[in-house]
């Protein structure tokens, strides 16, 4: 890669930073300010990124550490909820009146989408509906502080957010805003469809084409990144997502999957006692999942578009509430 020469000087939103705080005689000491870790961080991006080490030493000076980042993501796990408790968080009259006027704002740039990528416009209303509602909560800590607190002060996945952080950074500098003025979620995740900095440099898209990729607050930016996530991860046009299945005799449970991953055909759970509620070939795999919903268990058979949405979240229950969400979304825009 060749290293850039000048940094400062062509990307104008970090000269201001940096011009000020050598103004100030470097500033006041920050949180970072002499950390070994933030130092042989600055190196690794100097050498092998082509950024300036001082102007880069100029953004840490600012960063601060959150302790309410270490509590938020070293609590212990709350006690896991049922299907029937989870459901009502996400489906909710207000959510989907939301998502219709989204809908309705966006509905030409939603129509793009589903044409170029496949994906259904409910499937990318709902996600930003779940993530954010709409872009009421993307996050109140700036990135870089979210990121270096996690990055720098939590060991566990220390390794997995300074990667992060160098994928912040560099679309920073791609995008040619101030690393400063960026928020997010306590995590680091970012804009309306709360995607974390690796995410938005493989997979976001400058969906109206003036030459950013701003999914903060632009929602064609935002939907066209939804879009291009769940195509590049396997959504497949015009596809089901689950199947409903009836169950009976003494070895269903033995179908269900351990994971997400769709390690069981219909074939295989058909012969457990399984049957699904659509004509399905017996050599489709399938994440075979039961869920405890209000009048009792469920079971479902998750699709490889199911697949797809676990890819955004790993998690059954949440790609559930994604597509029943999307579901509930089209007949209200029904009848509407």
Do not use: C
């Not at 991006?45 to 300036?52: E, P, Q, S």
């Not at 992060?164 to 995740?189: C, H, I, M, N, W």
């Not at 030459?211 to 195509?231: L, R």
């Amino acid at each position: 890669m060749q290293v850039m020469r000048g940094w400062a000087t062509r990307y104008a939103p970090w000269v201001g930073l940096v011009s000020i705080l050598g103004n100030a005689q470097e500033a006041l000491a920050g949180d970072y300010e002499g950390s070994p870790q933030v130092a042989e961080f600055v190196g690794e991006m100097t050498r092998d990124y082509g950024f300036a080490g001082e102007q880069l030493m100029g953004v840490f000076r600012e960063a601060e550490r959150k302790q309410s980042i270490l509590d938020a993501i070293s609590k212990p796990a709350e006690r896991v909820k049922q299907w029937s408790e989870y459901r009502p968080m996400f489906i909710t009259d207000a959510r989907i009146a939301r998502g219709v006027d989204f809908w309705r704002q966006h509905e030409a740039v939603l129509a793009r989408a589903e044409q170029e990528y496949g994906v259904p416009a409910q499937v990318i209303v709902s996600i930003i509906g779940v993530e954010t509602f709409f872009g009421r909560n993307t996050g109140n800590y700036r990135v870089i502080d979210a990121l270096s607190t996690l990055g720098f002060d939590y060991p566990p996945r220390a390794e997995f957010f300074r990667k992060e952080l160098r994928e912040f950074l560099l679309l920073a500098r791609e995008e040619q805003v101030d690393p400063l003025t960026l928020k997010g979620s306590y995590a680091g995740a970012m804009g309306l469809p709360q995607f974390m900095p690796s995410s938005f440099r493989a997979y976001a898209v400058d969906f109206d084409g003036d030459g950013h990729i701003n999914i903060w607050t632009n929602p064609d930016d935002a939907i066209g990144s939804v879009a291009s996530y769940f195509k590049q991860h396997g959504w497949v046009a015009g596809e089901p997502v689950v199947s409903r299945a009836d169950v009976r005799g003494d070895q269903v449970d033995e179908g269900l999957t351990d994971g997400i991953e769709p390690t069981k055909t219909v074939g295989d759970l058909r012969a457990l006692g399984w049957s699904s509620h659509d004509a399905l070939r017996d050599d489709m795999p399938v994440t075979a999942f039961r869920l405890e919903g209000d009048n009792g268990p469920e079971y479902w058979m998750g699709l490889k578009n199911f697949y797809a949405i676990t890819r955004y979240n790993r998690s059954v229950m949440y790609a559930m509430a994604v597509h029943q969400l999307s579901e509930q979304l089209v007949q209200a825009r029904g009848v509407k």
